[in-house]
């Protein structure tokens, strides 16, 4: 697991205004997202970060600490960004950009939104495929930059670990995240009693699953060792995956990324991680060996480097 900005920044925000609600104004987001945010950032760094009480939060000494370093971290984010932000007369053209659809939905967006508002002059064509396919345009030059599932490559694990790895000998990987797998489970299921979830404990359920081809070779070896009494439903789509733990109909195992503790119907569901050492889902960017980079992809990765 790994902090993000936007963690920080919620952090920050409920620290300042004493309570979720307080900070809520100046975040323009739900109550679930930063309660869900701050439960990730305490998982992060090991502990409680506020104390809970009837009239708000108020930090903890470790989260007294920790507010002097997040503090320091937003500055020198936003010093780097202004850096940027003020050469944006000097990047123009066009950024082919290849992503995936899990990538799209769960990671891209923000990034890209910053992107364009640093580069106003720059114009993004967006192609989502499966990542074997960008790999092809990569290869042939149709793409300047992929987003995508860099897991497996030499180089970060020795020997690749998936047999659908990408091809290093002919693109640069480089890595931004690792969101660990976690089991999805519906509002009072039985295991969420433990704190945590091996595969051999979901030999009774009906397991739901993604197609997804970044995700198949993971996927394949979670079905042998948790023995799944029966296959629910193969889909191409996480929200309706989560609509059906959310229901009752399934569970699934997925990475951290794409969770949500809500359905669009609703419906609750939470996760316990996992007890079994699966590798990661490795969000990471791809381009091709032996090309130079144009202006326009080089700050493209320096803005995906600052905010992942």
């Not at 100046?26 to 009837?54: D, I, M, Y």
Request: one cysteine or more; proline letters at 6%; a neutral charge.
């Amino acid at each position: 697991m790994h902090l993000t900005v936007k963690q920080l920044r919620y952090f920050m925000a409920v620290a300042e205004a004493g309570s979720i609600s307080g900070a809520l104004p100046s975040l323009n987001v739900s109550q679930s997202v930063v309660t869900e945010a701050l439960r990730k950032l305490e998982e992060v760094v090991g502990g409680p970060l506020f104390s809970r009480h009837a009239r708000g939060m108020t930090l903890t000494p470790a989260g007294q600490l920790f507010l002097r370093h997040a503090q320091e971290a937003l500055s020198a984010f936003s010093r780097a960004e202004q850096t940027l932000q003020g050469q944006p007369s000097a990047v123009r053209g066009t950024l082919n950009l290849g992503v995936t659809s899990l990538l799209t939905a769960y990671y891209l967006p923000e990034k890209l939104a910053r992107f364009e508002r640093l580069f106003p002059d720059v114009r993004v064509r967006v192609v989502e495929d499966r990542r074997s396919f960008l790999q092809h345009l990569l290869i042939g030059g149709e793409l300047d930059v992929a987003v995508v599932n860099v897991a497996g490559t030499p180089g970060l694990h020795g020997p690749a670990l998936h047999s659908h790895a990408l091809d290093t000998q002919a693109l640069h990987t480089r890595t931004l995240i690792r969101s660990p797998w976690r089991v999805w489970l519906p509002a009072a299921h039985p295991l969420l009693r433990q704190g945590s979830v091996s595969l051999s404990d979901l030999a009774p359920e009906r397991a739901l699953i993604l197609n997804s081809d970044e995700l198949e070779d993971t996927t394949a070896l979670v079905l042998r060792r948790a023995a799944f009494r029966e296959i629910g439903v193969k889909t191409g789509s996480v929200e309706a995956i989560r609509s059906l733990v959310g229901l009752g109909l399934g569970v699934c195992v997925l990475p951290e990324l794409a969770y949500r503790p809500w359905t669009l119907e609703g419906d609750r569901l939470s996760t316990r991680p996992l007890e079994d050492d699966l590798p990661p889902l490795e969000v990471g960017l791809a381009w091709r060996r032996g090309s130079q980079l144009t202006a326009v992809a080089e700050a493209f990765l320096k803005i995906m480097n600052l905010s992942s």
